[in-house]
């Protein structure tokens, strides 16, 4: 976390207000700013800890998926926000389908109003299970959110945890999963509000039509696809 207490509280009280209660709540925080807010809310669920040196982007998550206990993972960016049934339905396709490894939802925009504009997220997934999902990845790398899945702790092991030091790391993840040949569970219903805004690094092809990250997009698919069979070359051409 890198923002201001008061602009994170949102994101912490709609963790804290989900209608699931077993889970634990982490807070890597780069500044130091979200202390008081923890100490504020006095919820023993919490648990904080103040990264000493700024870790970046790919290193605080990959420590704070580390030091997670829980038979589920998820994470949830400091200005995003979950609603009420969020981990209940989530954790209710996984503890129901053993087979299935990652749990998503639909996903509404807020673009920097503090309310749900409507526009929903693109997500190039059909309701239910999907299947052979590094070929869905390759074809549209850009659908797939952190804060909107829960997935089973044994995903998180060997390359999914070699996030590279680029805005896009989360989708060495991804891969990962897909490449393991994990189903993943799409509910087709709201139950993330994701904030875009101006400066945002992950902003969905925005004015600049994506250019902002493109130099971390060509370099992640170029260290990625090295040596990779010609099938997954060309569908990853686009």
Known sequence: MARQAHEVR???MSVLGQDYGDFELLIGDE???AESLVAEIGDPRVQYRH???RLGFAQNHIALLDWARGRYMAVLHDDDRWEPGFLSELVAVLDGQP???LACCRVVLDRGSGQESGELWPIALHPGRNDAMLDVLLREE???LQGNAVWRRELWAGAAREWPELCCADLQFFL???EAQ???YFVDRVLMTYSMHVGQSGAWRGADSGLAVADDVLAFWE???EGRPEKEIALAAG
């Open 10 to 12: 949102a994101t912490v």
């Open 31 to 33: 500044t130091g700013a």
């Open 51 to 53: 990264n000493p040196t």
């Open 99 to 101: 087979e299935i490894g």
């Open 142 to 144: 850009w659908f797939m």
């Open 176 to 178: 990962s999963v897909a």
């Open 182 to 184: 994990w189903p993943v």
């Open 223 to 225: 260290r990625w696809l």
